[in-house]
T-cell receptor, first 110, second 113 residues
Framework: QKEVEQNSGPLSVPEGAIASLNCTYS??????FFWYRQYSGKSPELIMS????GDKEDGRFTAQLNKASQYVSLLIRDSQPSDSATYLC??????????FGAGTRLFVKA | DVKVTQSSRYLVKRTGEKVFLECVQD?????MFWYRQDPGLGLRLIYF???????EKGDIPEGYSVSREKKERFSLILESASTNQTSMYLC????????????FGPGTRLTVL
């Protein structure tokens, strides 16, 4: 069974701090990696995708991928209360299916 | 702008009823998916379709069926609703490239009494 594991949290950080969200996956053949944000009562929306080892930055968000360690992370700099949400890690190994983690709840305290 | 719509935001049904959930996407995506989301369990794939009239079972297909007669529309059917099917149901669509992300509809919160 291919798995994507995340710490369920909640992760609580003060406003302006860096939030670090982590994800591990079991399928070494995984090739595409995504971070989705899901606000309470809403559907997931894509915030970052990453396909090769290293860092990818987009505004306050940085995705980090280490395929050797089977590890993906998302850093949120200058965290804002509006970043409070559940963050889903998703992994695609080929074929049609994407495997989602159960999500990490993030609270940013004003 | 990608748009995935679902027929209802909230639905209340009785045990044993046949339930239809519809999803429509306007981006000409080949792939369409149905998930359910429950607290602590994350997103679980029920069925997906990679082409018109094609369907594949996901991880939890029992008690569900699907229909894809047109490329833009993917329906989820609960043949005889049960209380353990109370959940949030999310439809998604994507292109078939490996790098392509999934776009989600707003979700249908189904309660089976």
């Amino acid at each position: 069974q291919k798995e994507v594991e995340q710490n369920s949290g909640p992760l609580s950080v003060p406003e302006g701090a860096i939030a670090s969200l982590n994800c591990t996956y079991s399928d070494r053949g995984s090739q595409s990696f995504f971070w989705y944000r899901q606000y309470s009562g809403k559907s997931p929306e894509l915030i970052m995708s990453i396909y090769s080892n290293g860092d990818k930055e987009d505004g306050r968000f940085t995705a980090q991928l280490n395929k050797a360690s089977q590890y993906v992370s998302l850093l949120i700099r200058d965290s804002q209360p509006s970043d409070s949400a559940t963050y889903l890690c998703a992994v695609k190994a080929g074929g049609f299916k994407t495997i989602f983690g159960a999500g990490t709840r993030l609270f940013v305290k004003a | 702008d990608v748009k995935v719509t679902q027929s209802s935001r909230y639905l209340v049904k009785r045990t044993g009823e046949k339930v239809f959930l519809e999803c429509v996407q306007d981006m000409d995506h080949e792939n369409m998916f149905w998930y359910r989301q429950d607290p602590g369990l994350g997103l679980r794939l029920i069925y997906f379709s990679y082409d018109v009239k094609m369907k594949e079972k996901g991880d939890i297909p029992e008690g569900y069926s699907v229909s894809r007669e047109k490329k833009e529309r993917f329906s989820l059917i609960l043949e005889s609703a049960s209380t353990n099917q109370t959940s949030m149901y999310l439809c998604a669509s994507s292109f078939q490239k490996l790098t392509d992300t999934q776009y989600f509809g707003p979700g249908t919160r189904l309660t089976v009494l």
